[in-house]
């Protein structure tokens, strides 16, 4: 266990997290995939963007490509797909 997770629950974790740190201090229940949480999952998934888009951050990836390393193909008019990550058993394309 590493606190009140197990290794494994630790180590593998989901691309998004959500906790109540007042109901659950422990982060041990995640609420990213509850539908109760989801409006607030958006605004904080919308503002955490606006922040990387500000910075220039190199970790903000759009179909596993870094925005910030073909910046310049942005620029001329490349479209990346609005996807986080590049799926390679469903990559999307025509």
């Known amino acids: 266990m590493i606190g009140r997770r197990s290794v494994r629950d ?5 691309p998004e997290e959500l906790y109540d740190l007042e109901a659950d201090p422990h982060e ?5 995939d509850d539908p109760d949480h989801r409006e607030q999952l ?4 919308k503002a955490t963007e606006a922040w990387q888009r500000d910075t220039h951050d190199p970790w903000l990836y759009r179909d596993g490509v870094s ?6 193909h942005l620029e ?4 990346v797909p609005e ?9 999307g394309s025509r």
């Open 67 to 72: 925005l910030r390393a073909i910046a310049k």
């Open 42 to 45: 958006l605004a904080m998934r």
């Open 10 to 14: 630790y180590v593998r974790r989901p």
């Open 76 to 79: 001329n008019g490349l479209a």
């Open 28 to 32: 041990v229940k995640n609420l990213a």
């Open 83 to 91: 996807r986080f990550d590049f799926d390679p058993d469903n990559p």
